[in-house]
């Protein structure tokens, strides 16, 4: 459980591989683009930070969370990625629909890791509401994007280093 004074755009640089040969893939929900637009900022602001080039990066939208999956094993099967971030917003509402998105959506990437070899990272916030999801995408909590992008590149270099 992430706790609440976490800032999830701090890392140490000293411990992301080199990442300026990876290629990452990058699946972006349309739905609550205003939350999913400052993910996708924060992960390709660090890929870039930290030497990717703007032509090893892929960017797919899809209409909403739960299409990532789609999104993502597609990508797998027709690009030559070395991770795959998939970026998400699933906000609390009134009935159990949020609870099924929420299920699916990490059933199913985490299926992906199982079932491929190119590491999926899960940069879906699921947040009780909006002012949570601001917090983590871009404010004072940070940017999970950020966070997602240092483990991506962590995990393509694993992927590298394992074969």
């Excluded at 027709?78 to 971030?85: E, F, N, P, T, W």
């Excluded at 983590?136 to 393509?156: D, I, L, P, Q, Y």
């Amino acid at each position: 459980m992430a706790t609440e004074n976490k800032n999830l755009s701090h890392y140490d640089k000293n411990t992301i591989p080199n990442a300026k040969n990876f290629r990452f893939g990058i699946v972006v929900s349309e739905w609550n683009e205003n939350i999913t637009s400052g993910l996708y900022k924060g992960a390709v602001e660090t890929l870039r930070d930290n030497g990717v080039p703007e032509e090893n990066l892929v960017i797919w939208n899809v209409p909403g969370s739960f299409e990532l999956i789609y999104g993502c094993k597609k990508m797998i099967q027709s690009q030559a990625v070395d991770a795959v971030i998939a970026i998400g917003s699933v906000i609390q509402g009134e009935t159990k629909h949020f609870d099924f998105v929420c299920e699916a959506v990490s059933q199913g990437i985490k299926d992906l890791n199982i079932i491929t070899d190119v590491p999926v990272i899960f940069c879906v916030l699921t947040d009780n509401n909006l002012q949570q999801a601001i917090d983590r995408s871009g404010g004072k909590h940070g940017n999970k994007g950020t966070e997602a992008a240092v483990v991506a590149m962590k995990m393509a270099g694993l992927k590298h280093r394992v074969k």
